[in-house]
């Protein structure tokens, strides 16, 4: 019998590794803004994406091109710098993924991105930056607390990294969001909270086995043909489906119940997969590492 939900990782590759890290999503914003919903606050500062590193309070480059960060349209040499003014006027800006990440099946999830703040810390008029998730397409926001809660006191170039072992939720969802937040109490020091280099990892362990056996079912890869052998006892799986990263069903096969099956994978590109097989409510999953 199948357990309700059992999902496990099994490593199919040509070639053997200690691990590998699958990237779900990358941005050094070169396309600009796209992908991202820029906000301004009731006190003028909002986000923007450019290049721009020689203006007044000049934000340092980050590896070239352009960056993401906070800005402030009242200052008179304005050209977009990363900084704002301390005017005595508080408010929160927000840049917002506007499409979902899918991390469903991935074994170990770590965002990372380079930032940096200087604002100022403290519990009174503190300005600093803030990193929030979402799971349900940006309709509710919880703020990421662990490693850090506050981007705050770092005047050069720095890189963060949160991990689904800090932040469980990261795991297992078909629509997964970021959003950076940048609380002004319109006091702190120049440069505001910038952020650059965004990469989301799926870091999947792998090696070569030549099957695997969880329950009745045994699930054997042939390398040198791209085959993967399903093979059963009882209870046979009634559907078997082949999933993409993108939560795209790629293969299917339905009123199943055979002992024996076989899946080519000779047409998949590289890249992770999830194998599914379901019996009634019953379902039984596994990763799949599908290599050069």
């Given at each position: 019998?199948y ?32 992908g ?39 200052e ?17 800006s ?11 099946g ?10 940096l ?20 397409s ?103 489906s ?43 999953t596994?990763?799949?590492l599908?290599?050069?």
């Amino acid at each position: 019998m199948y357990s309700s939900i059992l999902s496990l990782t099994l490593a199919l590759c040509i070639s053997s590794a200690a691990l590998a890290q699958n990237v779900l999503y990358s941005n050094d914003f070169t396309g600009g803004s796209a992908g991202w919903a820029l906000s301004q606050a009731n006190n003028f500062d909002l986000w923007v994406v450019n290049n721009t590193y020689n203006c007044v309070t000049p934000t340092p480059d980050q590896g070239g091109g352009n960056y993401l960060h906070v800005a402030n349209d009242l200052e008179p040499a304005y050209c977009a710098f990363a900084g704002y003014l301390g005017m005595g006027s508080s408010g929160t800006s927000y840049a917002t993924m506007t499409t979902g990440i899918n991390t469903t099946g991935a074994g170990a999830v770590t965002l990372s991105f380079d930032w940096l703040c200087v604002g100022q810390a403290g519990i009174v008029l503190a300005s600093y930056g803030t990193l929030e998730y979402s799971t349900n397409s940006g309709s509710t926001w919880t703020a990421i607390t662990s490693p850090v809660s506050q981007y705050v006191s770092q005047s050069a170039w720095t890189t963060a990294t949160v991990s689904s072992q800090q932040v469980p939720a990261l795991l297992n969802q078909s629509d997964l969001r970021f959003r950076f937040a940048f609380v002004n109490s319109g006091y702190g020091t120049n440069p505001s909270f910038a952020v650059d280099n965004i990469q989301v990892t799926d870091n999947v362990p792998t090696g070569i086995q030549a099957s695997t056996t969880e329950e009745n079912i045994q699930l054997t890869w042939l390398s040198h043909e791209k085959n993967l052998w399903v093979n059963c006892k009882d209870n046979c799986p009634e559907s078997i489906s082949i999933i993409d990263m993108m939560g795209k069903e790629v293969y299917a096969v339905q009123g199943g119940n055979k002992q024996q099956q076989i899946i080519h994978f000779d047409s998949f590109a590289p890249g992770v997969y999830i194998f599914r097989g379901a019996s009634g409510s019953q379902v039984f999953t596994k990763k799949i590492l599908l290599t050069e």
